[in-house]
């Protein structure tokens, strides 16, 4: 059964930045598309970002364009979101995702806190 586990979340002012890894086990991690989603208080749960699992192309929300990079590790099976430029309205649990079958995989979260 795939697991997923995030971490990397924090506390962190305004126009900083942070590293989010989501280490994936139980499953053949280079042959699926991974994604990054994440969720506000009172919102519902948004894509942030998404890697291929062939060729490695990507693709953002509008909100994170510019500033956060997703990117994988096949060796280490971890994908990873690199923020930048962190907004106050980033501040979210976001989530690691894996669609395998007809099955969406989710990992348990990790708080992102941008605050001054």
């Known amino acids: 059964q795939a697991q997923l586990v995030e971490s990397g979340g924090g506390l962190v002012q305004p126009g900083g930045s942070l590293r989010l890894s989501c280490a994936a086990s139980g499953f053949t991690f280079n042959l699926y598309s991974m994604s990054w989603y994440r969720q506000a208080p009172g919102k519902e749960r948004e894509l942030v970002a998404y890697?291929?699992?062939?060729?490695?192309?990507?693709n953002y929300a509008d909100s994170v364009k510019g500033r956060f990079t997703i990117s994988r590790d096949n060796a280490k099976n971890t994908v990873y979101l690199q923020m930048n430029s962190l907004k106050p309205e980033d501040t979210a649990v976001y989530y690691c995702n894996v669609r395998i079958r007809s099955y969406t995989y989710w990992g348990q979260g990790t708080q992102v806190t941008v605050s001054s």
């Open positions: 890697i291929l699992s062939v060729g490695g192309s990507t």
